[in-house]
């Protein structure tokens, strides 16, 4: 595996423990909820039109649409969180790969 993946899977992980594990000292709210998931879906639909959403992305913002729809907001949260950093760590895959492939060819 080379650096640059690494490095990728460095970013990934990381986002996902601090938005995952990070205690919430109030019940959310379904205002909580929907601005989470606002913002996911943002970021989710730039990752698809940097053609890199990945399918993690997708079924983890389909699984914080269910619990805000049963009205488990703290749940709702979460998931809307770890569907954001998922979407934000493959728009940094991308961003990244970009240029880094070059760096790889054979010259």
Request: glycine share 4%; hydrophobic share 50%.
């Given at each position: 595996?080379?650096?640059?993946?690494?490095?990728?899977?460095?970013?990934?992980?990381?986002?996902?423990?601090?938005?995952?594990?990070?205690?919430?000292?109030?019940?959310?709210?379904?205002?909580?909820?929907?601005?989470?998931?606002?913002?996911?879906e943002?970021?989710?639909?730039?990752?698809?039109?940097?053609?890199?959403?990945?399918?993690?992305?997708?079924?983890?913002l389909?699984?914080?649409?269910?619990?805000?729809?049963?009205?488990?907001?703290?749940?709702?949260?979460?998931?809307?969180?770890?569907?954001?950093?998922?979407?934000?760590?493959?728009?940094?895959?991308?961003?990244?790969?970009?240029?880094?492939?070059?760096?790889?060819?054979?010259?």
């Amino acid at each position: 595996m080379n650096k640059t993946m690494r490095g990728i899977r460095s970013v990934a992980l990381t986002l996902l423990l601090a938005f995952v594990a990070a205690p919430s000292a109030r019940a959310a709210t379904e205002a909580d909820y929907k601005a989470a998931y606002a913002a996911a879906e943002v970021a989710s639909k730039e990752a698809a039109g940097l053609r890199n959403q990945w399918t993690t992305t997708i079924s983890t913002l389909a699984a914080a649409k269910k619990a805000g729809d049963s009205g488990d907001f703290d749940r709702a949260v979460a998931a809307a969180q770890e569907a954001e950093a998922l979407a934000k760590a493959s728009i940094f895959q991308a961003t990244s790969e970009k240029e880094a492939w070059k760096a790889m060819e054979i010259r």
